[in-house]
């Protein structure tokens, strides 16, 4: 059965990332220059269980922490719908609820973002309103800093962010994107820490 | 019959008006969400069922007089009137001058240990000396990152305890949630973080460290993340210690310095407004006064130190601002 999926995913992705496909998807959409764009992003990040000597297994529980986020990044067109992105980002963390006595620390930081998106034009090339929807993957490098203290830690995340990009056919150079964030860090000090959001991106190309 | 449209109202131009208004909008109501949960979360209060433990000891009159202090004693019953007032059980285990020894001390941590629960808070508070003494001293090993390789202790009445053998005497308490107070010299030495790297050096004199070697630090000690096995980790207590490693504390005509704020960051300290004062807000309104104060005062006679703090992913609530 779970041979079965497999081929199953792997068939559907093979018709989704062919370069035929790409094509007829790229069509229509907009220049392919490099674009910058401006990032922010807002959402829910979920710690769990202090990892370390001393901590005591399964006294401390999930917990919710806000996210927030801005950042700007250079997307680099490859060949067809393919994208590559560095960018760079600032981030907040505010501290989890106080239930129980504790909470997950605040914390706050910046960081290295690579990515690579691959994106479909959803919507007649004709239309004034181009759609597109598409996806990135990549990584993210941070250092932050445990708000209220002078400790500053590092770690790396991955994420992969579906999007839907609205760009204009009569300003091709600009476009906003929604975007749907999901990130996972590997924390060396929880045993779980991830994050979902909600997000835009105003990109800009060059005409 | 249908209605003729405007005239524009269709145009490219107007499409993208619209589609920027709409993100707008996006990005104002999601604010409003988000400003409306904070303030939600700022307006609860959280029931705090657990009981509270503190043993506070505070040394001014040694044996020998020339280490005698000035106010270490009277550091410790402030902090065991306000530990009292804010609910802890601290009457019977608060010790001064003669009374403070590590025969007393274990007597202490073995009561506490006999009636806490994991669910309890646990505070150890001491003023008085700390001191350095040779690597490997009381079995004591010294591995921690960005540690000086010497044996930090604080000195009871009848000689010095170690940061390893204070890490010891901890393990037997059942609480999750350990708090070590020092103020003391050297008291830096008791921290120990495996993952977090101090951009404020054990040496506060040598100034911050720089971007790139905290970077630096931050990236080596998350490839080689592990258990030192020495000094306090912040899993076995989180330490607020007055001083670095290789800092000198200082008192005042009433209080330690670090004692003095400290005490003020019971009610003055609450950063989020939501009437809880955590370790991290208590240290920072102690280590903010003191370098607006103390050290911007005594700065040039090079009398300065800054308190330092265990790092780890969970914080604990200390004080309820009344």
Known sequence: MA???????????????????ADEAARGARTRRPSFGLMIQSGVAVADEPVGSGYPAGFYTP?????????????????????LGIGLQLHGVTASNPAGGWTYR?????????????GFLISEPSRPLQLTLGFSAGGSFNVDLYTLTTLFFFYPGVLLEPYLELVPSSRKHSSIALMLPIEYYFRRDLEFYGSVGLGVVWRYTRK | MSMPRKPGRTSPRHRTAAALRAAILFLLIRTAVFS??????????????????????????YPDPVNDLTVA???????????????????????????????????DMNAIASVATIDDLFVFYFSGHGGQDLPGTAGGTENTPDSDADEEYILLHDGGLTDDQLASLLRTIPCA????????????????????????????????SGIFGTLGNAIYLYANFQDYGSDIPPGEALVMAATGEQDVAYETEDNGVMTGYLLESATEADRNFDGYITVSESYFYIYRNINKSFNMLYGASGFVFFPHVSGGPVDYILFTKK
């Open chain 1, 106 to 118: 605040a914390h706050w930081g910046g960081g290295l973002r690579l990515s690579a998106g691959y």
């Open chain 1, 3 to 21: 041979r079965k999926t497999t081929l199953i995913i792997l068939f559907l992705l093979g018709i989704v990332l062919s370069p035929a496909n």
């Open chain 2, 177 to 208: 949630r350990k708090v070590v107070i020092l103020d003391a010299c050297f008291s830096g030495g008791f921290v120990s973080n495996y993952l977090e790297t101090d951009a404020i050096p054990p040496e506060y004199s040598q100034g911050p």
């Open chain 2, 73 to 107: 004693d009277d550091d410790a019953l402030a902090m065991r009137d306000l530990l009292d007032d804010q609910g802890f059980e601290v009457i019977s285990y608060t010790h001064t001058d003669a009374g403070a020894t590590s025969g007393q001390l274990v007597i």
């Open chain 2, 36 to 61: 409306a949960g904070l303030a939600f979360l700022a307006s609860c209060t959280f029931d705090l069922d657990y009981d509270k433990y503190a043993i506070v000891y505070g040394i001014s009159d």
């Open chain 1, 63 to 83: 917990k919710a922490q806000a996210v927030g986020l801005i950042g700007a990044a250079l997307d680099i067109p490859l060949f067809s719908a393919f994208s």
